[in-house]
């Protein structure tokens, strides 16, 4: 909300290989002060080679994922979604355009790029800003799949990383007898004194004591698969 106006801010992603004409992704804003009537006010189109994925925001700031582009397999075949993606080091094919942009949108229409973090592979998925800090589904040099990473952003100059927790199979070396691999999808559900995590993570449901954000651990956990199919 600004000066009575509200807005949302949403991404357009790049148009998919094999559907049309090939768009660069779109940074769009909407004004939806009449709800039964939304306009869009802005369109601020990025070209890049990744992709843009969710946005979030708290207070005037913004946050933009951003990740490689999804191919038609991934699409397809959901449960495979980043699974092996991630090499030992920073790969040589790794996007300029990847991880997480952080705008200034006190002026609504016209968002200020702040700084642009960097995962070092294949970028972000479903984030959330919380209290000056930002929780990230991350892809992430030696893992396979998704991670759980913690940014200072009190800053958003000058994003901090703090802290990560990843699952067990998840690091190159780590062999589960499951022959799973774990990943988390996101958005990390944080609590109200933001000193605990709830995450929705393959294979399970994860609880972490964040208090220490540069030492997430364990709390408790619930297995979900088995008994219910791994699918998402």
């Known amino acids: 909300e600004h000066e009575g106006r509200w807005y949302i801010y949403t991404a357009v992603a790049k148009t998919q290989e094999g559907h049309g004409p090939r768009q660069p992704p779109i940074l769009r804003i909407i004004d ?78 016209n968002p200020v790029e702040l700084s642009h ?55 190159f070396g780590e062999v589960r007898e499951d022959g799973l691999i774990p990943s988390f999808h996101g958005p990390a559900i944080i609590s109200p004194d933001n000193n605990t995590a709830i995450l929705g993570f393959t294979p399970d449901m994860v609880t972490l004591d964040i208090s220490d954000k540069n030492n997430p651990t364990t709390v408790g956990r619930l297995q979900i698969i088995p008994p219910f199919v791994n699918n998402v």
Request: glycine share 8%; aromatic share 10%.
């Open 32 to 109: 939806v002060t009449d709800p039964t009537d939304p306009t869009v006010v802005r369109d601020i189109v990025y070209p890049m080679d990744g992709n843009m994925s969710q946005i979030t925001s708290q207070g005037d700031l913004l946050m933009v994922g951003l990740a490689r582009e999804l191919t038609l397999f991934d699409t397809r075949n959901a449960i495979n979604f980043m699974s092996e993606f991630q090499p030992e080091e920073i790969p040589e094919d790794k996007l300029r355009y990847e991880g997480v942009i952080f705008f200034d949108i006190s002026d609504p229409l």
């Open 117 to 171: 973090w960097e995962t070092g592979a294949y970028g972000v998925h479903r984030n959330i800003l919380k209290d000056g800090f930002a929780y990230l589904s991350a892809s992430a040099p030696g893992y396979r799949a998704q991670i759980f990473k913690i940014l200072d952003v009190r800053d958003p100059k000058n994003p901090v990383e703090l802290g990560q927790w990843a699952q067990h199979g998840q690091k």
